[in-house]
């Protein structure tokens, strides 16, 4: 479905959506603990949907806030992951806690993104897996996992990693991760290991190691989901580009990785405070500069920081581009074709980007969404500071992570036909 926005400012109050990353994390979590747990403002979207069906398929009773983990067991043998990679990636070590075989199917780009990094340590342990086509999905897995030494890569995604880390304590065993090239994304398993604490099971990081006790259990908890920094991070900006807003429920001391973004607004000279009286941050706005950003850590803010770069005063070098290159789409390509049509000079070269800022976008045409939810919000933000009618190409991508983003985004004054 294609919509058009009419370049306005956004200017107001906003209460950020739930935390997705925390959503996967406190809902399966919540799923492995013997008895009821209550997950008060969970995120409600496609991803979050896949991972409860995923649940559901090993005897997880889901009653709106409420999860009730029980007997360990499989209910269907076809998980659908949809077009989520969270909950693949997640869910295949969880689904081989039990002997029997299950297959994982999904959509869109998902049965191509890679798995290899499970497969390599499937074949260390000796457990069974079959791609059942060219594609990665649909995959057959057996269990039962097997505790003992791990040696991984950490310079991929690392939903591997949390995917291990959920199932390894739950074994008879003592289990330990080398990781033998460094963690990119580490933000997201310091979050998992903050998670997997409030849930009653302990991790010890030592770099490159991991040690995961054996024998633990998951307590039933009561928690609330935080908002997400990686969905605020548009309105962050959008607020940079075009008049004052308040984002709400985000918190201050996150752990969340994408919590650098604004850390990374203040480097580029953009006005951003939190509140401590409202618990909320303040963005208004301001002329940003370019500088050098590392996306190595924070893939997921890679295109909204793109659409930041191309408005703010001289040049900004982003590098570890790669790890944009395999997602919803790779987001790296779509992002330089969408940028070179709004009339943003930039230059690609290996895994570098160079963005040079300029005042306003090209209006007038259509701009490509690549069924990526991440790329329709950042081109909705960039459509802001065209100078005319931006139409943007698949806008029902935001049921991903964030189904009410452009319902937030008329709330703040933008306008879509």
């Known amino acids: 479905m294609n919509i058009t926005i009419i370049p306005k400012p956004l200017t107001g109050k906003l209460d950020v959506v739930s935390s997705k990353s925390l959503s996967h994390r406190y809902l399966i979590a919540a799923g492995l603990a013997q008895g009821k747990s209550k997950i008060h403002n969970l995120l409600e979207s496609d991803d979050l949907i896949a991972t409860k069906e995923a649940l559901k398929a090993f005897n997880v009773l889901i009653e709106g806030q409420c999860i009730t983990g029980q007997e360990f067991k499989k209910m269907t043998d076809i998980i659908d992951c949809k077009e989520s990679g969270s909950t693949l ?18 959509k869109g780009r998902l049965p191509n993104r890679p798995l290899d990094v499970y497969f390599d340590v499937f074949d260390q342990k000796h457990n069974y897996y079959k791609k059942l ?5 649909p995959l057959e897995v057996k269990g039962r996992i097997k505790p003992g030494y791990y040696k991984m ?32 994304s580490k933000g997201y398993v310091d979050l998992t290991i903050d998670v997997l604490q409030k849930f009653g099971i302990h991790i010890l990081v030592t770099d490159p190691f991991i040690y995961i006790k054996g024998n633990q259990s998951y307590k039933p908890q009561e928690a609330t989901v935080e908002g997400d920094y990686s969905q605020a991070a548009f309105f962050m900006v959008a607020g940079l580009l075009s008049g004052e807003i ?50 190595s850590q924070i893939p997921d803010l890679g295109p909204i920081l793109m659409v930041l770069a191309a408005c703010s005063e001289g040049k900004t070098r982003f590098k570890h581009c790669k ?29 570098e980007l160079t963005i040079t800022g300029i005042n306003q976008f090209k209006g007038n045409q259509t701009l490509e969404g690549f069924h990526d939810h991440r790329i329709v919000m950042a081109l909705s933000i960039a459509a802001i500071k065209a100078d005319g009618p931006i139409t943007i190409t698949n806008s029902e991508a935001i049921q991903k992570s964030y189904p009410n983003f452009f319902k937030d985004y008329q709330a703040l004054g933008g306008v879509i036909q």
């Open 246 to 295: 308040e984002l709400k429920k985000l918190n201050p001391l996150s752990k969340q990785g994408d919590a650098e973004m604004v850390d990374i607004i203040k480097q580029m000279q953009g006005d951003i405070d939190y509140d401590h009286l409202n618990r909320s941050y303040v963005v208004k706005p301001s002329q940003t500069y370019g500088i050098e950003i590392d996306l």
């Open 133 to 137: 086509t060219d594609n990665y999905l």
């Open 89 to 106: 990636r997640f869910m295949i070590p969880i689904a081989m806690l039990q002997r029997e075989v299950v297959t994982f199917t999904g």
């Open 323 to 351: 790890r944009l290159i395999i997602k919803e789409s790779n987001r790296l390509e779509a992002m330089i074709y969408n940028l070179k049509k709004l009339g943003v000079p930039l230059e690609h070269i290996n895994d």
């Open 153 to 184: 890569r950490g310079d991929v995604s690392s939903q591997f990693i949390t995917g291990l880390l959920y199932a390894l304590p739950l074994l008879s065993k003592d289990s330990v991760i080398e990781l033998i090239s460094p963690l990119e």
